[in-house]
C-alpha cells in the first residue's frame, strides 16, 4: 500500500532504519531514538511523504513475549490525507533508559498522547513542553499499564472509616 | 412516658412522609444512566413511588442513587455530593459498578462506593432492569418507613447518647 514510503525512506537514511516490513498491509519501520525526530521531519515535510496526520502514538510493553529483545516499544501511527498513504514507526527502548525525543514539535496532537503515554507506562519524552501525568492524579506511584503493575494496588483518595452499622 | 410515646408516633410519620418523598440526586457516571433515565420515564414512572423529582443540588435532595462506576479520582467528589445532602440521606447504589466495582478490577476504580459512604440499598445488574430499580425503591421505602436506614439509626443513637448524658 505504501512500499514507496518503505523504499524511500530506505534509500534516505539506509541503516537508520533498523528493520522494515511490510504485513497485511500495513508498512513499519523500526527506528533508534535517536534518530526518530530527523526521521519524522522527513515525512512530514517531504512533498512525495506529506504525513500531516498524527493517527495515535503509545506504547507496547513487551515483558514475557517469547521474543523479547526489549521491554518497551513505542509506537506511532502516521497517515497522510493527501497521498493516502500510512505508516506504522516503532521506536525499541531498554528498560532503565525510557527516553525519547517529542515528537509533539513535528505534530501538536500528539502533545496529549505522549503525555497519556507518560501516564500509563513511563516513559519520557525528551523535550516535551508539559511532561506530566494526564489522566491519573499526582498522589498515584507507577504505571497502571506496565504489566508488572499488580491488579490490585490502588492508591485512594477518599475512604471512609467503617463503622459498626 | 406519655412524651415518649407522642415522639415515636410522629417519628413515624415523619418517616411515613419521607418514604413517599425522595427527593433523588442523581450522581450518574456510566451507562446505568439509560437504565435511571427509563426507570424516571413514564413508562415504568418512579413517580409512582413519589420519587420522580430529580434535583441537580445535593442541598434539596436527600436520596442519592450512584448510578455507574466510581473511579478513584471521582472519589472525593462523591463524598463532598454526599455531606452536602439534606439529613436525613439515604443512598442507593445502582448497578454492580456502583455496588462493588463490578467487573473492574484495577487501578482506577474504587471496589464499591461504600468503601466511601454508607449505602442502604444495593441493587446489582449490568445494568439492573427497571424493575430491580423499583424493587431496591422499595426496600428503602420500607427501611425508611421503619426507621432502619443507616443515618436513621445513627441519628437514634446519636439522640439517646445525648439523652443519657444530659441524665
Redesign the interface.
Known amino acids: 500500500m505504501s512500499q514507496a514510503v518503505l523504499d524511500a525512506l530506505k534509500s534516505k537514511f539506509g541503516d537508520a532504519i533498523l528493520s522494515a516490513e511490510s504485513k497485511h498491509r500495513d508498512e513499519s519501520i523500526t527506528v533508534a531514538p535517536a534518530k526518530l525526530v530527523e526521521v519524522c521531519t522527513f515525512l512530514r515535510d517531504d512533498d512525495k511523504m506529506a504525513f500531516d496526520s498524527p493517527v495515535f502514538l503509545t506504547c507496547t510493553d513487551r515483558l514475557g513475549l517469547p521474543d523479547e529483545t526489549h521491554r518497551f516499544e513505542v509506537v506511532v501511527q502516521l497517515r497522510s490525507v493527501s497521498k493516502r498513504h500510512r505508516i506504522r514507526i516503532k521506536v525499541p527502548l531498554e528498560e532503565g533508559k525510557l527516553k525519547v525525543p517529542t515528537l509533539s514539535g513535528l505534530w501538536a496532537g500528539f502533545n496529549w498522547l505522549e503525555r497519556e503515554t507518560y501516564d500509563m507506562y513511563g516513559v519520557e519524552f525528551e523535550g516535551h513542553p508539559d511532561m506530566r501525568r494526564i489522566y ?2 499526582e498522589e ?1 506511584e507507577g504505571f ?1 499499564l506496565r504489566k508488572d ?1 499488580p ?10 472509616e467503617w463503622t459498626d ?1 | 412516658m406519655g412524651l415518649e410515646i407522642t415522639t415515636t408516633k410522629l417519628e413515624d410519620l415523619a418517616n411515613w412522609g419521607r418514604k413517599f418523598s425522595f427527593f433523588t440526586y442523581p450522581f450518574i457516571t456510566a451507562c446505568c444512566g439509560m437504565e435511571f433515565m427509563s426507570v424516571a420515564a413514564p413508562k415504568y414512572d418512579i413517580a409512582r413511588f413519589g420519587a420522580e423529582f430529580p434535583r441537580f443540588s445535593p442541598r434539596q435532595s436527600d436520596l442519592m442513587m450512584v448510578v455507574g462506576t466510581i473511579t ?2 471521582q ?2 467528589a ?2 463532598r455530593v454526599y455531606d452536602q445532602l439534606a439529613e436525613p440521606k439515604f443512598v442507593i447504589a445502582f448497578g454492580v459498578c456502583a455496588s462493588t466495582g463490578g467487573f473492574y ?4 476504580v ?2 464499591g462506593i461504600d ?4 449505602v442502604d440499598v444495593y441493587i446489582p445488574g449490568c445494568p439492573p432492569r427497571p424493575e430491580q430499580v423499583l424493587d431496591g425503591v422499595m426496600l428503602l421505602q420500607k427501611k425508611v418507613a421503619e426507621g432502619r436506614s ?1 443515618n436513621q ?2 441519628a437514634r443513637r446519636e439522640a439517646l447518647e445525648r439523652q443519657s448524658e444530659g441524665v
Open positions: 491519573l492524579y498515584f497502571p503493575f491488579k490490585d494496588r490502588r492508591f485512594p483518595l477518599a475512604r471512609r452499622e | 478513584e479520582k472519589g472525593p462523591l463524598k478490577q484495577n487501578y482506577s474504587v471496589p468503601q466511601i459512604i454508607p443507616i439509626v445513627r
